[in-house]
């Protein structure tokens, strides 16, 4: 057999094309990729044309053999898992061969990947919710974060119901898309590149008293900063209010002296490099 | 003085409550309204602080001024600390603020006892009430009702709170006696028991009628200091286990006594606080409740401590041979839960798994069992786990060596499976 690879248009539903071709020539990809630079030189490859059609009937042909499946397929594409495509290929055919016994077992090697996967996923979703800081930009309020996986899908539901009546935007800068909600209407957008702006005089105060109540509520003779960052990684700290330097809390056009941000009694976060914090918006997509 | 001041203080005079979780409530989003409080978010930690602990709620004090005195509280009349008190305004606005940019999930506010225990449930009143009917705040809400308090005023409350706790702090009545002199057992019990009563009430008529009050509807909850006093930890758990089943509390929070205070019925202000015991008694708690534990299954008159070194459970498996080894593939729900190294996760995994075929020792760690500690109680398809071979001497070595690093210990939070 020949080695064949794959070159789809990173789309979910460009995959589930990638698994019609394969069954329609007869032949297991090698790999899967969505960048041609990344294809080895050696290798032959087939472009993959997303057609709505084709991608429809694959998905209601696993939707029809288990939709637990398809849940977790949908999933898995937003997942960081390395060769995700291929995995999310095999667990397929597997599904489409043998019916969709294996799934209950949760050690079976070929679902096993994906769901460790889907459970990174969904438990850096699970922390985020609480991690996201929004800063009050003008009637909008924005955020930013910076993920290992996709989870703007998975938070929306959630920002979407805390905040129905208002209007924000979260940006993921690690893969340059933003979640926007306005009037009811969410959706979620590729987005290059973005500047938030400075924070306004009520806006850096409120990050100031947060900063203040988060250096004063720790307790000195429990003091545990191994703990902390098992509960709460450091790669999440860079775009979390606490641990900001002094700039992030002077308002926009302001000479003033701000008071030191840090609590006189308390534990005062230790700051993360400058130039990473979030910062405001220039203009909204 | 200005807000930033305030919550400095109030804060700094709040934290050595336990307490911060969002658990339980059920708020969905309302139109017009500010926020939600759904199954989704419990759990949901919004930081943590520098001690490893969770931060979930603005946990903060309406005013730290007290005509109490208990001994082992920074906010004793007889302290010397500055003091200030939250109008009801600044602190719907501090709430409301905090909960938008999504720095917590609700607020937490409990009191110094000024004046009166009626006036400052009053005070509180105010401010809840601002916050939920003018800054229509759909968030989360913990009140603490202060002992002494007359019941119409927690009613009032309770229909504000998500959750109200009382905190009996002194796990014996000698110890209330002694050192916290203006409280009485039965003025702590009194609004626990109000509070259970109103709150099955209120359940009963919201099947009956949708748009019933709500009492509480998060429960209750209450926290017990460990190591001011020398009650023991069989004493401190058998009080838990009736609080489960005569209170129906949600939680009880355990925390370590940190000396604020030199006194001569106190630990000396250089005592470390023990945080091993109250780690240790906060996994006996997730036993009683998760585990199907009874209290005197753990400990009893002749053992009335855990042993600081291993987790409860598994020193009850050690000082149990005769329940071992487990077979995986065939031990119910129950039997597959005493397993040290199996938690609720791992156990239901193994039940699904099963049923597609004998699993055999290997397949075990990807289900989420953890190995170093289960290995030497089960079996699978009657074979132990690979190249096992102890004796019930080195057990004991062993499962020491397998607990985790002691800067680790924390207060489980609800996510963790104890396995
Ligand atoms: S009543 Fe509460 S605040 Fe006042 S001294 Fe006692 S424990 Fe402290």
């Known amino acids: 057999m020949t080695e064949m690879i794959y070159l789809y248009d990173g789309s979910f539903q460009g995959f589930l094309c990638c698994v019609f071709d394969s069954y329609a020539y007869k032949e297991v990809p090698t790999a899967i990729c969505c960048d041609e630079d990344s294809v080895p030189a050696l290798f032959d490859t087939r472009g993959i044309v997303t057609d709505q059609g084709h991608a429809e009937r694959v998905y209601r042909k696993i939707v029809k053999c288990s939709p637990y499946a398809a849940s977790l397929l949908q999933k898995c594409f937003l997942t960081c898992l390395p060769q995700r495509e291929m995995r999310m290929y095999h667990l397929v055919s597997k599904l489409l061969k043998q019916g969709s016994g294996f799934l209950r077992d949760p050690s079976d090697e070929t679902l096993y990947p994906v769901l460790r996967a889907v459970r990174h996923l969904e438990g850096e979703a699970h922390l985020l919710k609480g991690f996201v800081r929004f800063s009050q930009l003008g009637d909008v309020l924005g955020g930013e974060i910076r993920p290992k996986n996709r989870v703007l899908p998975l938070l929306r539901h959630h920002f979407c119901a805390r905040y129905a009546g208002d209007r924000f935007f979260l940006y993921d800068r690690t893969h340059r898309e933003v979640l926007f909600y306005t009037s009811g209407q969410a959706c979620i957008r590729p987005l290059d590149d973005f500047q938030m702006a400075q924070p306004d005089a009520t806006e850096a105060h409120y990050r100031l008293l947060w900063k203040r109540f988060y250096d004063t509520i720790a307790i000195r003779e429990r003091y545990n900063p191994r703990c902390r960052q098992t509960q709460m990684p450091k790669r999440y700290w860079s775009t979390m209010t606490e641990f900001q330097d002094a700039t992030y809390f002077t308002p926009q056009s302001s000479c003033a002296a701000v008071p030191d941000p840090g609590a006189p009694a308390g534990i005062s976060a230790p700051e993360t490099p400058s130039g990473f914090g979030p910062s405001a918006p220039a203009s909204i997509p | ?419």
């Open chain 2, 1 to 419: 003085m200005d807000v930033l001041e305030k919550l400095t203080i109030l804060t700094d005079a709040a934290k050595y409550d336990a307490a911060c979780t969002s658990s339980g409530g059920n708020r969905t989003a309302k139109k017009g309204m500010i926020g939600n409080t759904s199954s989704s978010v419990a759990g949901c930690c919004h930081s943590f602080s520098a001690d490893g602990r969770c931060v979930t709620l603005l946990k903060v004090l309406m005013t730290n001024r007290c005509i109490y005195d208990c001994k082992y509280c920074v906010n004793r009349r007889s302290n010397d600390t500055p003091r200030a008190a939250f109008t009801p305004e600044e602190l719907a606005d501090l709430t409301i603020g905090f909960y938008r940019r999504n720095y917590i999930e609700g607020l937490f506010l409990s009191s110094g006892v000024f004046r009166s225990p009626d006036y400052t449930t009053e005070l509180m009143i105010r401010a809840l009430r601002l916050l939920r009917e003018e800054y229509r705040f759909n968030g989360y809400i913990h009140a603490k009702a202060i002992p002494g308090t007359a019941p119409e005023l927690v009613e009032q409350l309770g229909l504000l709170a998500d959750r109200l706790s009382v905190n009996i702090e002194l796990p014996s009545e000698a110890g209330l006696r002694i050192l916290a002199p203006d409280k009485t057992k039965e003025a702590i019990l009194a609004p626990m028991r109000q509070i259970r009563t109103r709150n099955l009430q209120s359940k009963e008529e919201l099947i009956k009628y949708r748009h019933a009050p709500r009492f509480a509807p998060a429960g209750q909850s209450t926290q017990l200091i460990v190591g001011a006093t020398s009650d023991s930890d069989f004493h401190i758990l058998r009080l838990t286990q009736a609080l489960y089943q005569q209170y129906r509390l949600k939680r009880v929070f355990y925390s370590a006594y940190v000396p604020v205070v030199e006194h001569a019925l106190l630990p000396a202000k250089t005592v470390k606080p023990p945080l091993l015991r109250e780690h240790r008694l906060y996994q006996a708690d997730w036993l009683l409740r998760f585990y199907g534990f009874r209290t005197e299954e753990l400990l009893d008159e002749h053992h009335p401590d855990f042993d600081i070194r291993l987790d409860p459970k598994c020193s009850w498996a050690v000082a149990h041979p005769e329940f071992f080894p487990v077979e995986v593939n065939t031990a119910d729900y129950e039997a597959l839960l005493r397993v040290p190294g199996i938690g609720v996760t791992s156990a239901r995994r193994i039940l699904s798994a099963r049923r597609t075929g004998s699993l055999r020792p290997e397949q075990l760690p990807r289900l989420g069992v953890v190995m170093k500690r289960a290995q030497y109680f089960l079996t699978a398809s009657g074979k132990l786990p690979e190249g096992l071979r102890f004796t019930q001497d080195g057990l004991l070595r062993r499962l020491i060596a397998a607990e985790r690093p002691a800067p680790d210990f924390q207060q489980l939070s609800l996510f963790d499976a104890m396995a």
